[in-house]
């Protein structure tokens, strides 16, 4: 099982084999995560990568070279616009479970996500984050022999890192891992 844990900070810092972007379904550049991970990329080459996919369907990924970034592939997932669609839940877990699938077609080791649909998506982050554990453990689950051992939940606030960290730890005293 990967280790799974919080950082706070920004998205674009973390050092681990791929950032996840919370992307829109153009994958254009934007505002939030999207707009730090594009300008630190480097905009012109990440749209150009963007634009060879051209688009991308919500629940699902796509990867791209992270140019600039320490992280050496930037994965590409669209969440879910909270209330556009029944089932919400089953989107934004399909986002953990395509990045984490990408990651692993690439035998990558390490990978950091943001909170997906909590920004201008509107997600309710509590619920957010519960979803995000609940499908990190189940990818890992169903891929006992996966090159990932280590995922990161980043945080850019202190509020959001109490919450993942609670979120964590509640799973942590239920469920050996
Ligand atoms: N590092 C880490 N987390 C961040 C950062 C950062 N640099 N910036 C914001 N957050 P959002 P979404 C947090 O809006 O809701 C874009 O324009 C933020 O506080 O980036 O999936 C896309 O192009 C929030 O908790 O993503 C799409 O159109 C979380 O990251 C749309 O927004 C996600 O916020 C996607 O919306």
Redesign the pocket.
Known sequence: MAEISCVQ????DQKTDAIVN???KQL??????????FDAAGYDVMTEACQKHGHCETGDAVITPGFKLSAQYVIHT??PVYGDNENDAELLRSCYWQSLNLAEEKSLNSIAF??????????P?EEAVRIAVDSIREFFDDNHASSIEQVIL????EE?AKLISKVLKKYQKSTPW
């Open positions: 900070g920004n998205i674009v919370a992307a829109n254009f550049g934007g505002s939030g995560v999207c707009g730090a991970i669209v969440g943001p909170l997906i649909s909590t920004g201008i998506y509107s997600y982050k980043c945080a850019y606030n959001d």
